[in-house]
């Protein structure tokens, strides 16, 4: 639905509503006009194609194209299925396409004959059941199953995909794909995921730091013998610690805390991407896909029966939107194998606690000229009219053709506030609305204009577009894009309607969000998230993560999105530590930030604060963070606009940052993401020193007090940093964490993982595993993991792992022992960072 897994993207921001992969490349332009190409495709979608399968994978379209030649088949156009065996022929009768199937079968590829087989117009699949095999569903561990949605985009993660058989797929229903836990009671879920957590996360972290300490050693005795030991009798041994052994040693240092249940079970997901396409019957349909578009699946099943992740407002959208795009003379949705058509994806978010709501929809734009511009106008107005508008016409199926141009606008097929909702123009709407429902509560009475008390608690301070729209969107956004495969997170919007952001509330305090920016798809279970985190990086978590009770001077918001845990985890200091103090009540901007800057240069004692240091990569988002931490008066916050791994270092060097020479800015064609190198010759390191010289003076004055100004008085006792890290799910590049592994003042390290099965094992590695030339820090040893579950009736979890600095002892070869065998011998051990000389 998001991500997120994103994405990831995030991560995060992976695109729901996308097929997860196959791309079909077009080698021959169609003959027909696009609009008779629609129209053809409308009307006889699967009975001038053909599906050939047995081409080697590896091969490109024109290399099929050249072996079509050879067999003298005669086509008019084709589609190449990227790193598949198959390719998609359109022909321009059906005789000829019965004159390639018999010809096709007898053209051999490495010595096997290519097969074909006619798409069923009802299943719309491409492939066979062998090729799809062949694509190979990598479906290892229940962590990774690639149905649910998990909040990260990419990314943040997708509601839809899934790498099943076709035969399992034909069997799905939209809860199998959607909430594949969903006939398990949720006490029952929680241990399945306590379990999958334990095996695939936290023994698979062990397991992976231990191999990573063997795997040095292995290297070290190679070194060795290859004469690199200098004056050395034996070879270098870097002795894992003692807790990566695992048994006792590891249960006296780590601790996995009890899974914490999500404290809504049902109408919990704040944002989903929907895609647009036809039904089983045909007719166009705004939901999920029924499975991976590189299994072949192409059908997009609706909501009518309602999905229990999805509020009664998404839902409401979602119903009218899809009757919107079933209206007679609406464009035609887009098709995935012509690449034809106009409606690709919706995105709908809602606040739960504003009741707001964000609609972007994803159109392919550039062909239709003023038809688009009449269609945009049409859904402006009916998405947005105050009273509930119906819709006329019947669906288009695709043996009807839709003529662009014909489209009347909804207030042209029924005067608004004749239908009191979508389904009451039409008897074949009707059924469909009023077959509308939910598990989660309110079915077709969600589809009533908001009542009055509705529309005046939506009514929120700060500034908000008009609400009162009978949908109950808030704000409306356009994604034109007209690329063959999936839309990235970052492409361009137009704003058309109402306001440009979403606002949320989440522990306390107000956020606002822009539609490209990240934000936990569970709002309430973000709060108990966050609260973890928090807890944990301030150092309150209490059993083995409370090394650090101190409050730190600095708290990196590593991958901060809109700033929320970092200001949340402010705003609470602030409140431990000036209790009484009526914060709110100061005029934004003045006393205390001035206090909270003095505290941090160490000039007022009785005002301990922090610097809240979040980077991110999004631009929207950290435009968002910066005005999220003024709204709520977090005195000392900044936000810089970088992918982490390119400024993380320079953050973290221990050299005032205001010695910095700045040059000219940036041309605006580097952007703020700029990688090194940029254009002019400027390395990624100059673009992040310019990056870090544009923060204010008293922010990098906090800086240089926490990072350079205290070094020899603080080193060791001291929490000057709590470092807090929340990756999109393909987790942290290297370069970010060796900067967070060699900045000594880091004691402790929260990491918030939407991938705990994969990216957080292997990030783990890196910050407590042996030493390197890269990474020369003291190893972390992880203290605590905290299973939160985020996404109910999925088999998605979210983990909260501590890591704290943590000793490397080395010692010669031959005393090296398990922590089981004894311990081993005091005089024997080294410090790491000292020893190890033999590094690659
Ligand atoms: C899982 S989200 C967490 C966001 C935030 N902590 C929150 O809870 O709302 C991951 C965030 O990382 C950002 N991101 C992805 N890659 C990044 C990178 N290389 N550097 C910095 N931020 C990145 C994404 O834009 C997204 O906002």
Same mark, same amino acid.
């Given at each position: 639905?998001?991500?997120?897994?994103?994405?990831?993207?995030?991560?995060?921001? /992976?695109?729901?509503?996308?097929?997860? =992969?196959?791309?079909?490349?077009?080698?021959?332009?169609?003959?027909?006009?696009?609009?008779?190409?629609?129209?053809?495709?409308?009307? @006889?979608?699967?009975?001038?194609?053909?599906?050939?399968?047995?081409?080697?994978?590896?091969?490109?379209?024109?290399?099929?194209?050249?072996?079509?030649?050879?067999?003298?088949?005669?086509?008019?156009?084709?589609?190449?299925?990227?790193?598949?065996?198959?390719?998609?022929?359109?022909?321009?009768?059906?005789?000829?396409?019965?004159?390639?199937?018999?010809?096709?079968?007898?053209?051999?590829?490495?010595?096997?004959?290519?097969?074909?087989?006619?798409?069923?117009?009802?299943?719309?699949?491409?492939?066979? +059941?062998?090729?799809?095999?062949?694509?190979?569903?990598?479906?290892?561990?229940?962590?990774?199953?690639?149905?649910?949605?998990?909040?990260?985009?990419?990314?943040?993660?997708? &509601?839809?995909?899934?790498?099943?058989?076709?035969?399992?797929?034909?069997?799905?229903?939209?809860?199998?794909?959607? $909430?594949?836990?969903?006939?398990?009671?949720?006490?029952?879920?929680? @241990?399945?995921?306590?379990?999958?957590?334990?095996?695939?996360?936290?023994?698979?972290?062990?397991?992976?730091?231990?191999?990573?300490?063997?795997?040095?050693?292995?290297?070290?005795?190679?070194?060795?013998?290859?004469?690199?030991?200098?004056?050395?009798?034996?070879?270098?041994?870097?002795?894992?610690?003692?807790?990566?052994?695992?048994?006792?040693?590891?249960?006296?240092?780590?601790?996995?805390?009890?899974?914490?249940? *999500?404290?809504?079970?049902?109408?919990?997901?704040?944002?989903?991407?929907?895609?647009?396409?036809?039904?089983?019957?045909?007719?166009?349909?705004?939901?999920?896909?029924?499975?991976?578009?590189?299994?072949?699946?192409?059908?997009?099943?609706?909501?009518?029966?309602?999905?229990?992740?999805?509020?009664?407002? $998404?839902?409401?959208?979602?119903?009218?939107? %899809?009757?919107?795009?079933?209206?007679?003379?609406?464009?035609?949705?887009?098709?995935?194998?012509?690449?034809?058509? &106009?409606?690709?994806?919706?995105?709908?978010?809602?606040?739960?606690?504003?009741?707001?709501?964000?609609?972007?929809?994803?159109?392919?734009?550039?062909?239709?000229?003023?038809?688009?511009?009449?269609?945009?106008?049409?859904?402006?107005?009916?998405? $947005?009219?105050?009273?509930?508008?119906?819709?006329?016409?019947?669906?288009?199926?695709?043996?009807?053709?839709? $003529?662009? =141009?014909?489209?009347?606008?909804?207030?042209?097929?029924?005067?608004?506030?004749?239908?009191?909702?979508?389904?009451?123009?039409?008897?074949?709407?009707?059924?469909?609305?009023?077959?509308?429902?939910?598990?989660?509560?309110?079915?077709?009475?969600?589809?009533?204009?908001?009542?009055?008390?509705?529309?005046?608690?939506?009514?929120?301070?700060?500034?908000?577009?008009?609400?009162?729209?009978?949908?109950?969107?808030? *704000?409306?956004?356009?994604?034109?894009?007209?690329?063959?495969?999936?839309?990235?997170?970052?492409?361009?919007?137009?704003?058309?309607?109402?306001?440009?952001?979403?606002?949320?509330?989440?522990?306390?305090?107000?956020?606002?969000?822009?539609?490209?920016?990240?934000?936990?798809?569970?709002?309430?279970?973000?709060?108990?998230?966050?609260?973890?985190?928090?807890?944990?990086?301030?150092?309150?978590?209490?059993?083995?993560?409370?090394?650090?009770?101190?409050?730190?001077?600095?708290?990196?918001?590593?991958?901060?999105?809109?700033?929320?845990?970092?200001?949340?985890?402010?705003?609470?200091?602030?409140?431990?530590? +000036?209790?009484?103090?009526?914060?709110? #009540?100061?005029?934004?901007?003045?006393?205390?930030?001035?206090?909270?800057?003095?505290?941090?240069?160490?000039?007022?004692?009785?005002?301990?604060?922090?610097?809240?240091?979040?980077?991110?990569?999004?631009?929207?988002?950290? #435009?968002?963070?910066?005005?999220?931490?003024?709204?709520?008066?977090?005195?000392?916050?900044?936000?810089?606009?970088?992918?982490?791994?390119?400024?993380?270092?320079?953050?973290?060097?221990?050299?005032?940052?205001?010695?910095?020479?700045?040059?000219? /800015?940036? /041309?605006?064609?580097?952007?703020?993401?700029?990688?090194?190198?940029?254009?002019? =010759?400027?390395?990624?390191?100059?673009?992040?020193?310019?990056?870090?010289?544009?923060?204010?003076?008293?922010?990098?004055?906090?800086? %240089?007090?926490?990072?350079?100004? @205290?070094?020899?008085?603080?080193?060791?006792?001291?929490?000057?940093?709590?470092?807090?890290?929340?990756?999109?799910?393909?987790?942290?590049?290297?370069?970010?964490?060796?900067?967070?592994?060699?900045?000594?003042?880091? %004691?402790?390290?929260?990491?918030?993982?939407?991938?705990?099965?994969?990216?957080? /094992?292997?990030?783990?590695?890196?910050?407590?595993?042996?030493?390197?030339?890269?990474?020369?820090?003291?190893?972390?040893?992880?203290?605590?993991?905290?299973?939160?579950?985020?996404?109910?009736?999925?088999?998605?979890?979210?983990?909260?792992?501590?890591?704290?600095?943590?000793?490397?002892?080395?010692?010669?070869?031959?005393?090296?022992?398990?922590?089981? @065998?004894?311990?081993?011998?005091?005089?024997?051990?080294?410090?790491?960072?000292?020893?190890?000389?033999?590094?690659?």
């Amino acid at each position: 639905m998001d991500s997120t897994d994103g994405n990831d993207t995030n991560g995060d921001t /992976p695109a729901a509503a996308t097929d997860n =992969g196959t791309a079909l490349c077009d080698q021959t332009a169609p003959s027909t006009s696009a609009t008779e190409a629609i129209a053809l495709s409308a009307r @006889q979608p699967d009975q001038l194609r053909l599906v050939v399968s047995g081409f080697q994978k590896f091969m490109n379209a024109k290399e099929v194209t050249k072996i079509l030649a050879q067999g003298k088949i005669d086509y008019e156009s084709l589609k190449r299925a990227v790193s598949t065996t198959v390719a998609v022929l359109r022909f321009a009768s059906v005789e000829q396409r019965e004159k390639a199937a018999t010809d096709l079968v007898k053209i051999c590829v490495k010595g096997r004959p290519l097969r074909t087989m006619v798409p069923k117009p009802e299943e719309r699949r491409i492939f066979h +059941q062998q090729d799809h095999e062949q694509c190979g569903s990598k479906r290892k561990g229940k962590l990774n199953a690639p149905r649910e949605p998990d909040g990260k985009r990419g990314r943040e993660g997708s &509601v839809e995909g899934g790498g099943d058989t076709l035969m399992e797929e034909s069997v799905k229903t939209l809860a199998d794909v959607v $909430t594949p836990f969903l006939s398990l009671p949720y006490m029952e879920q929680l @241990q399945q995921k306590e379990r999958d957590i334990a095996v695939e996360c936290v023994q698979k972290t062990f397991r992976e730091i231990k191999k990573s300490y063997a795997d040095k050693n292995k290297q070290l005795k190679r070194a060795y013998q290859h004469g690199e030991g200098g004056s050395d009798s034996q070879p270098r041994h870097v002795r894992a610690p003692n807790w990566a052994w695992g048994g006792r040693y590891a249960k006296e240092t780590f601790v996995v805390e009890p899974i914490v249940p *999500s404290p809504c079970l049902e109408g919990y997901r704040n944002k989903c991407e929907f895609t647009v396409g036809r039904d089983q019957e045909g007719r166009p349909t705004v939901g999920f896909r029924m499975g991976a578009f590189r299994n072949g699946v192409m059908q997009v099943g609706g909501l009518e029966e309602g999905c229990v992740l999805l509020d009664a407002l $998404t839902q409401r959208v979602v119903a009218a939107l %899809q009757a919107f795009i079933r209206r007679r003379g609406a464009l035609p949705v887009y098709d995935q194998i012509t690449h034809e058509g &106009v409606w690709r994806y919706v995105t709908v978010r809602t606040s739960s606690r504003t009741k707001q709501c964000l609609v972007c929809v994803c159109a392919a734009i550039e062909k239709q000229g003023a038809d688009w511009a009449r269609e945009q106008a049409a859904l402006v107005d009916y998405l $947005t009219a105050t009273t509930p508008v119906g819709m006329e016409g019947e669906a288009s199926t695709p043996g009807e053709a839709s $003529t662009p =141009g014909e489209a009347s606008t909804p207030g042209e097929a029924s005067t608004p506030g004749e239908a009191s909702t979508p389904g009451e123009a039409v008897e074949g709407e009707s059924r469909e609305v009023n077959s509308f429902s939910t598990t989660s509560g309110p079915s077709v009475s969600m589809l009533h204009a908001p009542s009055e008390k509705e529309t005046s608690s939506n009514k929120g301070d700060s500034v908000v577009a008009p609400h009162g729209a009978w949908t109950g969107v808030t *704000s409306l956004f356009l994604a034109p894009y007209e690329g063959l495969s999936n839309p990235s997170a970052d492409e361009p919007l137009i704003h058309l309607w109402g306001s440009p952001y979403l606002e949320e509330e989440l522990l306390g305090l107000r956020f606002r969000i822009s539609p490209q920016a990240f934000f936990q798809v569970n709002t309430a279970g973000a709060e108990v998230l966050y609260q973890k985190v928090i807890d944990e990086s301030l150092g309150r978590g209490g059993k083995k993560g409370d090394g650090a009770a101190e409050a730190p001077r600095l708290i990196l918001d590593v991958c901060c999105g809109t700033g929320t845990i970092g200001i949340c985890a402010a705003k609470q200091l602030e409140g431990r530590v +000036q209790a009484g103090r009526e914060i709110a #009540e100061d005029p934004p901007g003045t006393s205390t930030q001035q206090d909270n800057i003095a505290a941090l240069k160490g000039q007022q004692a009785d005002v301990a604060t922090s610097l809240v240091l979040g980077i991110e990569i999004c631009e929207s988002a950290v #435009e968002d963070a910066v005005e999220n931490a003024r709204q709520n008066r977090v005195g000392c916050a900044a936000f810089l606009c970088s992918r982490a791994e390119d400024i993380l270092l320079s953050v973290l060097r221990e050299k005032p940052v205001s010695s910095v020479s700045v040059s000219p /800015p940036l /041309p605006a064609s580097t952007g703020n993401n700029a990688t090194t190198p940029v254009s002019g =010759g400027r390395s990624g390191h100059h673009v992040a020193e310019e990056k870090l010289a544009g923060l204010s003076a008293e922010v990098r004055a906090a800086l %240089q007090a926490v990072l350079v100004d @205290q070094n020899s008085a603080s080193a060791g006792s001291k929490t000057l940093v709590a470092a807090i890290v929340d990756p999109p799910r393909s987790g942290l590049h290297a370069d970010c964490l060796r900067a967070l592994r060699n900045c000594r003042h880091i %004691q402790r390290l929260v990491y918030v993982s939407c991938n705990p099965s994969k990216s957080l /094992p292997r990030d783990a590695v890196a910050l407590c595993g042996p030493p390197s030339q890269r990474l020369k820090g003291e190893a972390f040893r992880p203290v605590k993991a905290i299973p939160v579950d985020m996404f109910p009736h999925t088999s998605h979890c979210e983990v909260v792992m501590v890591f704290e600095r943590g000793d490397v002892e080395i010692v010669s070869e031959n005393s090296v022992q398990g922590p089981d @065998q004894g311990e081993v011998q005091g005089e024997q051990r080294e410090s790491v960072t000292s020893q190890v000389k033999t590094e690659t």
